[in-house]
């Protein structure tokens, strides 16, 4: 067997040569520099996301608070409603004053009925009578906060 050698045997190898030892110490140099970097790519990613997280808990929040308000308003609108259909069908002259004190799933709301004379005219200055205007009012808290809606109709009454 023969041996090819150039005859420089414990000379000390050079820095940007390619035996194996100089090879492995730069892959560890780079592996550690790599490690680093994914740490805090992590933790950023890790930030990132708890961000997100607690912005889409406020939008849950949000969204939850707008679907409370508008059932209470529905609420409110069916109880004004149906008062107003009640006031409507009756054959009595409605009452001048009146309140109602209703337990809802949303609190207690209050609907307040006045009944007035309306003045109205014709235009040759004759009054025209038997017509009532009639306004309800309903009255509630939503997290303290009073809150109210108002519906004006008129009642025609002879006699």
Not at 15 to 43: D, G
Not at 70 to 83: F, G, H, M, P, T
Not at 115 to 124: F, G, K
Request: proline letters at 4%; one cysteine or more; aromatic letters at 6%.
């Amino acid at each position: 067997m023969e041996k090819w050698s150039n005859e420089i045997f414990n000379t000390p190898a050079l820095r940007q040569s390619n035996t194996p030892i100089m090879a492995a110490r730069r892959c560890r140099k780079r592996s550690r520099s790599k490690c680093a970097f994914a740490l805090y790519e992590v933790l950023l990613g890790v930030a990132i996301f708890a961000i997100g997280v607690i912005s889409l808990g406020r939008a849950v929040q949000n969204c939850l608070n707008a679907s409370t308000i508008s059932a209470e308003e529905n609420v409110v609108r069916q109880i004004l409603s149906d008062r107003m259909a009640e006031v409507q069908a009756a054959l009595a002259v409605p009452d001048s004053e009146k309140e109602f004190k209703i337990n809802t799933n949303y609190g207690r709301v209050i609907l307040t009925q006045k009944a007035a004379p309306a003045a109205l005219t014709e235009p040759d200055n004759t009054i025209i009578t038997g017509i009532n205007l009639v306004t309800l009012t309903a009255r509630w808290l939503h997290a303290g906060v009073p809150q109210s809606k108002q519906i004006q109709f008129y009642v025609y009454r002879s006699g």
